[in-house]
């Protein structure tokens, strides 16, 4: 069994930064794919960043420039580096790590940006 807790969440004042992490525990094998996403109130879940374990990323155009994605495999932990942060992106944030051909996914954590 896979588990995936993230952290860092909270509420910032635009223009601030928040470092989200995400950790996986359980059994572990070779990670492919982490990324986070998110999702606001009343719209759908989207992509923000991802990473290859090769460490190719693909941000969302609306990020881009101010968060940044990476990963520490050692610690099989993905971080969200977010700087600039806009009352747009308030949502909550949720981790997703691929693994085994499956995909296992955080319970989330709130990023709340003030104007």
């Known amino acids: 069994q896979v588990q995936l807790v993230e952290s860092g969440g909270g509420l910032v004042q635009a223009g601030g930064s928040l470092r989200l992490s995400c950790a996986a525990s359980?059994?572990?094998?070779?990670?492919?794919?982490m990324g986070w996403y998110r999702q606001a109130p009343g719209k759908q879940r989207e992509l923000v960043a991802a990473i290859t374990s090769g460490g190719v990323t693909n941000l969302a155009d609306s990020v881009k420039g101010r968060f940044t994605i990476s990963r520490d495999n050692a610690l099989n932990t993905v971080y969200l580096q977010m700087n600039s942060l806009k009352p747009e992106d308030t949502a909550f944030y949720y981790c997703?790590?691929?693994?085994?051909?499956?995909?296992?996914w955080g319970r989330g954590t709130q990023v709340t940006v003030s104007s």
């Open positions: 359980g059994t572990i094998a070779s990670i492919n794919v």
């Open positions: 997703k790590m691929q693994m085994r051909g499956l995909n296992y």
